[in-house]
């Protein structure tokens, strides 16, 4: 890979959307409402509308959680037995709320995905964005010469 497509790895577009943040520029919100992506960064202006996470969030949260709480329940049937009341009681909020905390964060990390990758709409911002950046390091390399 070349210095231009190192500028903001795809590692880093995720985390910035993991927060919730712009993968572009990392201060503007991604999100507008709960799980509705903003339209564009209030802050740079990069635009999210043609994004398509759809049900992919959904289904890592349902992995993730699943492989966490499953087997937590069963430790504790097998080493304690409560009863099934208590079971319902501490294992379906804890479900609820574990899934709805990571739903956000993962929406906007797919979507961070999606932009550094160029895929479903954000092709033509990523060929912009290296255009800038390659007639940003020629102008560097111009002005060194001079």
Request: proline share 5%; net charge positive; aromatic share 10%.
């Amino acid at each position: 890979m070349t210095p231009i497509e190192d500028r903001i790895s795809l590692g880093k577009a995720m985390w910035r959307g993991f927060l919730g943040k712009c993968p572009n520029c990392g201060k503007g919100s991604l999100f507008g409402r709960f799980l509705k992506v903003a339209d564009h960064c209030e802050q740079c202006g990069e635009s999210f509308h043609h994004h398509r996470a759809d049900d992919f969030p959904a289904y890592l949260v349902i992995i993730v959680v699943g492989h966490s709480v499953v087997p937590a329940i069963l430790a504790v049937e097998v080493a304690y037995a409560p009863p099934a009341w208590l079971q319902f009681a501490i294992w379906l909020p804890l479900t609820l709320f574990s899934s709805l905390a990571l739903l956000q964060p993962t929406k906007g990390a797919i979507v961070g995905l999606q932009w550094q990758t160029g895929m479903h709409g954000f092709e033509g911002s990523k060929q912009r964005h290296l255009a800038e950046e390659t007639l940003r390091l020629q102008t560097a390399a111009r002005s060194k010469v001079a």
